[in-house]
């Protein structure tokens, strides 16, 4: 045991402590638990550079149970990140840097939005199977240019989520030796003891799942230890390695090992206790004595030489293949391939009808050819979703015989939440798309993983299929009704319902521009026709005038398949001579970002609008006078059937439309388009 270990562990301890008595809320237990592991992760194997936090072949870290952040802000403030003592000071607080939880795009340093349990882990394996992707692409003999760790700390709750287990089960089989988990095993969460809930040995678990286990029995003080293993564990090159470290919730308080040191600030009596049994100063806060500056700041030294001892060999590699590292820094830069878009296919009326899911399979083809970042797979439902494109090669370890590293496709198996955060994890590796896919009513199995993909502003697209009730007779199990209002209802987040061939290239156009929010697409089971006045262009708008009359009498808006329904509902109304616009709104976010006059120029003002979609009507009044769309579960029967049943036929339809002229004779007509503030 070295002086400076326990030195630094200490300050890191006590820190973290006053971090969270200033701001009177926070979690000081786990920080004071795992401060000894994270000073060894990040002193003696960490590869960093904190004068560049963006540097690809730095290792990533990531802190699973985001309630310590503390931890992370305190190590990243020693390290010389731009975390200064004033914004440890600031924990909790408005504007702070340093929030409740970790967020990606909040603090420098923090590789990944962490505290929802499970996340992390699950994001870790998505950061270490990018590495494993672009390491086998890039990188030549006598030239590792991608090189990276990813580690994690994680607790009890983030093992409890069935996230977690999705996510460490495809790591084993995937043979992710360059991922480590430290799992903090200290006996305690929020209601108690763990023997309350959870009594499974799970270093056994996960060797079931094909990973390697070890074990440190005292991780309060035991450095040595703590290093042998994780140094045992980079040496593991086929399997993802858990160590269990065994520690102390709230090491060094009078509350230490129970839960009442899990979620509240220590009392002044204790802080003191505490500062003075670590030898340090208690009338002090938020000190940091100058040997444990000077430790970290060797360590910040050796980050910049090691950063520049890469950039000498990254210099040689560039002479020696120059296509490939320009290939890498564009990647790197994030910036699209130019001309990428002239790949995706347009269509006129006179093309046959497909199914949108169909569509989306060709766009794929030619967008995974044109933009070699893309990269993803679906959950166990390749040939529903039509995911795989003809030239993709299986992403696998080769000593299965299924792929290799440099293949692109995922089987992510029937993971629906673990595919979704692990495609969080590869957006932020950076230099990536991912994406993923199932039925679209199964991405309420993913809502806590895509909520994060919109709140930390990571590219995910969402493939989702069989997107209504018209996809028949799996029946209202399988029919997604709520799932695209609650999309919708997320912030930051880009949901399309494309009607035609146009309008699914326009969406993924859309959603790979997009740089900074996932994109749901929301695909059909069932051939659709294209559209006249379709476009790729006019999908970009959000919604736009699809097919029009000199003096509408009432305006049909719809998305997906119910648009060609609407289509024939104006020509049924024409026969009674009722004029009717057509719209078509592939995407609501999109168009509500337009200007208040094209908006008006959409919907103008005194005409009646009518909303068709085959799904909740909820949230429809926004932009409709009249909804029809469905207020109850579908049921399992042939789509045409469930179309006359819930009355979305263009006959029905019709008949609505002319009732809601009648209606509004005789009533004023709201005007939905108007922002007053």
Known sequence: MHNIDLLSTNTIRVLAADTVKKANSGHPGAPMGCAAMAHVLFSKFMKLNPENPKWISRDRFVLSNGHGCTLHYVLLHLLGYKVTIDDLKSFRQMNSICPGHPENFMTEGIEVTTGPLGQGISNAVGLAIAEANFAATFNKEAFPVIDNYTYTILGDGCLQEGVSAEAASLAGHLKLGKLIALYDDNKIQIDGTTDLAFTEDVCKRFEAYGWHTLSVDNGDSDFEAIANAISEAKKVTDKPTLIKVRTTIGYGSLLQGSEKVHGAPLSNDDLVQLKTMFGLDPSQSFAVPQEVRDFYGDIKKQGSQREAEWNQMFAKYSAQYPELAQELNRRIANDLPVGWESALPRYTPADPAVATRKLSEIALNKIAEAVPELEGGSADLTHSNLTRWKTAVDFQHEST????????????????????????????????????????????YALGASRLSSLSHLRVLYVMTHDSIGLGED????????????????????????????????????????????????????????????SIENTLKGAYVLSDVAKPAVVLVATGSEVSACVEAAQELAKSNIQARVVSMPSMELFDEQAQTYKES???????????????????????????????????????????????????????AMKTIEFYKNEPLPYLMVKPF
């Open 401 to 444: 015989g299924l792929g290799n590293y440099a293949g692109r496709y995922i089987r992510f198996g029937v993971r629906e939440h673990g595919m979704a955060a692990i495609c969080n994890g590869i957006a932020a590796y950076g230099g990536f798309i991912p994406f993923c896919s199932t039925f679209l009513n199964f991405i309420s």
């Open 475 to 534: 029946g209202p199990t399988h029919q997604p009704i709520e799932t695209l209002t609650t999309l919708r209802a997320t912030p930051n987040t880009l949901v399309f319902r494309p009607a035609d061939g146009n309008e699914v290239s326009g969406a993924y156009l859309a959603a790979i521009q997009n740089k900074l929010r996932p994109s749901v697409l929301a695909l059909s089971r069932q051939n659709l026709p294209h559209l006249a006045g379709s």
């Open 602 to 656: 959409v919907f103008p003002r005194g005409v009646p609008v009518l909303s068709v979609e085959a799904l909740s009507t909820f949230g429809w009044s926004k932009y409709a006078h009249v909804s029809v769309g469905m207020t109850s579960f579908g049921s399992s029967a042939p789509a045409n059937q469930l179309y006359e049943k819930f009355g979305m036929t263009p006959v029905a339809i019709a008949d609505k």
